[in-house]
């Protein structure tokens, strides 16, 4: 699961940007967070941005998946320029902090005009208060922690991460293994783009499809049963079968989200939903979130991080301040990014639990706006 990421220098992010999702010392809904029994630290299941139209919010997933895909498939990223508008001369930073029920990684990664200036990969056990350096890598070499010192680093290339390389040149190494699990627990998805694959995928498995049919269910969606025979998904609606095309976009998008939800839940996935509530209706896109917010149904550490103007959702009947986060971009196009349980309103005061969130956020009292003139 991820604990926090930050990035510089990645199309409207200039200054480094964190994404924490460590609880905030706020007291509400303590027991939906995802907590280590060994450090006792409270992970974020879900986290929504909101912000105007161009503020950002895209981007801070966008480079989420930028970080992974520079790992997995480098030949390909190293090659995509995604600074901030005609800063190519400066380094883009990208920091990554994951975990998993014993073990914490922190991943360091600077490239600049397609090569890697320095990249860290830091270990730490749960039960520890310090990182071990599992390996270093600046412009003057390169440093191998214990049990990769015997790796022949010569065929490493400046524009290929040295995570990429050990991934495949020490894919037996525990730490190793261990991160790049992680990092395939990443998903992201565009929600104006998603087709069928997460629901075929979901009802191959037969513990994913139990849940998907079961949320389906909760939802009053009248649907009793989903299966994908002979190449063709079929639902019974009303006692009729029906294709999924069948039941009309936003009820065909909720029951794929609702795979993707499933699958993830049981696989302990992370997923990244750009335009989180795509063609849902708001008590389906609040039974999304609450797939991951109950801790009875998310047992394996799933996360959901979206973007979403889905108002209703921005409430404190259904999300932690810490879960709430608000996208800026200021004139010069450059994005920051902040929770509302450290936002600092005009009077100075903190934003309080009882507020009615979307209302304050309408009237652009949390610092992100749209002010429409009159047409002349």
């Not at 920091?95 to 320095?118: A, P, Q, W």
């Not at 293994?177 to 009802?203: H, Q, T, W």
Request: charged share 25%; proline share 3%; net charge negative.
């Amino acid at each position: 699961m991820i604990v926090q990421f930050t990035t510089s220098n990645f199309k409207s992010i200039r200054d480094a940007a964190e994404l924490s999702l460590l609880e905030a010392n706020i007291t509400e809904y303590p027991k939906t967070l995802i907590r280590s029994q060994l450090d006792g630290i409270g992970i974020l299941p879900a986290l929504l941005l909101y912000g105007a139209n161009g503020s950002g919010k895209s981007a801070v997933l966008e480079a989420i998946r930028y970080m992974t895909r520079l790992v997995r498939e480098p030949q390909t990223a190293m090659k995509e320029q995604h600074c901030f508008y005609g800063n190519e001369e400066e380094t883009a930073g990208f920091v990554l902090l994951v975990r998993n029920s014993e073990h914490e990684y922190e991943y360091v990664l600077r490239i600049l005009k397609g090569n890697v200036t320095e990249e860290t990969l830091f270990f730490r056990n749960l039960t520890d208060t310090t990182y071990d350096v599992v390996f270093d890598r600046d412009r003057e070499g390169v440093f191998l922690g214990e049990g990769l010192e015997d790796t022949d680093v010569s065929p490493l290339t400046d524009d290929v991460p040295m995570l990429s390389f050990v991934m495949a040149e020490a894919k037996n190494h525990g730490q190793i293994a261990e991160v790049s699990g992680l990092l395939e627990k990443i998903r992201f998805v565009d929600c104006s783009l998603l087709d069928n694959a997460p629901v075929i995928d979901a009802l191959s498995e037969a513990d994913v499809a139990e849940i998907l049919k079961k949320a389906l269910s909760c939802v009053q969606s009248r649907i009793t049963d989903i299966t994908f025979e002979r190449e063709k998904i079929t639902v019974v609606r009303d006692g009729m079968k029906l294709s999924l095309e069948e039941l009309g976009k936003g009820m065909a998008q909720m029951v794929r989200l609702y795979a993707l939800a499933s699958s993830a839940l049981v696989h302990g996935e992370t997923l990244l939903l750009d335009d989180a509530n795509q063609k849902l209706h708001p008590k389906a896109f609040r039974f999304l979130l609450e797939m991951f917010t109950d801790p009875q149904t998310n047992v394996n550490g799933a996360q959901l991080l979206g973007t979403s103007y889905d108002m209703p959702t921005m409430a404190n009947s259904v999300l932690r301040r810490d879960e709430i986060w608000m996208t800026d971009c200021s004139r010069d196009g450059v994005t920051r990014i902040y929770p509302l349980a450290l936002f600092l309103k005009e009077n100075g005061e903190k934003v309080r639990k009882d507020e009615t969130y979307f209302k304050q956020f309408l009237e652009g009292r949390y610092g992100t706006d749209i002010v429409p003139e009159p047409m002349r």
